[in-house]
């Protein structure tokens, strides 16, 4: 980990450039159903390039997913110019999150949702309505929307946690109102289950992911082991000290 990221890759060669194709987006699903964020057909991506915004269908498996079961609209002529021969297939029930976000935060390009058992559970063993946590190096693969600029490893990123609803729609007054709170999160949790994060390109998106969902899973071994989540509680020497 290191300044790659926090440059956006320029000086590295690790340039976002990734032309997205259907090929490319369904292999990226087949990559994060392997990672535990989309298993049991849950979970979806959405991402606009070049006046164009694929979307991911809803109740397809993900790791089977074909370029043909795409839906992809035409952000200029406002029309959908593409949709799954097969009628039954529907597009992402996140598909209204999705937009609500790559309207209202400038300069978000991609949406990413999981289902993984880390967010999930860290909602469970945190209480209130914010996951902190402070000093840790994947921090640094943390985007901030307000200026797309990389957190620092001693920042305190604050994740907001919305409560679950039944149908993935219900949850958008929610998310309208977290967006207006914590314009500095690139991304929501939801209680019992899973993560919406978003980002300026479909790289630095999955960047995030990665490095969230990192973050969740050694935040809940952490709490396993009393080990707090934030600087509150770091020694003068800068360790995290252990109440026991
Ligand atoms: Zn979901």
């Known amino acids: 980990m290191g300044s790659e990221l926090a440059e956006g890759g320029a000086k590295t060669g690790q340039i976002d450039d990734g032309i997205m194709t259907p090929e490319l987006f369904v292999s990226l699903m087949n990559q994060f159903y392997h990672k535990g964020w989309m298993v049991g057909s849950s979970g979806g991506m959405a991402v606009e390039q070049d006046n164009l915004i694929y979307y991911s269908p809803s109740s397809v498996q993900k790791e089977r997913l074909h370029g043909c079961d795409l839906f992809v609209f035409d952000n200029e002529k406002l029309t959908l ?14 598909t209204p999150l999705f937009n ?5 935060v400038a300069g978000s390009h991609c949406v990413i949702h999981t289902h993984s058992k880390w967010a999930n559970l860290i909602t469970m063993l945190t209480n209130g309505r914010e996951f902190v946590i402070s000093h840790q190096e994947m921090i640094k693969g943390v985007f901030n929307p307000q200026s797309w600029k990389a957190y620092s490893y001693d920042d305190r990123l604050v994740i907001p946690i919305i409560e679950n609803k039944p149908t993935e729609d219900q949850l958008l007054p929610a998310l309208v109102d977290m967006l207006m709170d914590y314009k500095e999160a690139p991304a929501v949790l ?45 020694s003068r020497e800068g360790n995290v000290s252990v109440e026991k």
């Open 81 to 94: 110019i593409r949709r799954p021969d097969n009628p039954k297939i529907k597009e992402s029930a996140c």
């Open 100 to 104: 609500h976000v790559l309207n209202s």
């Open 190 to 234: 939801v209680r019992h289950h899973g993560l919406f994060v978003w980002g300026p390109t479909w790289e630095k998106t999955k960047i995030m992911t990665e490095c969230l969902e990192h973050l969740f899973e050694l935040s809940c071994e952490m709490i396993k082991h009393g080990i707090p989540l934030d600087s509150e509680h770091l």
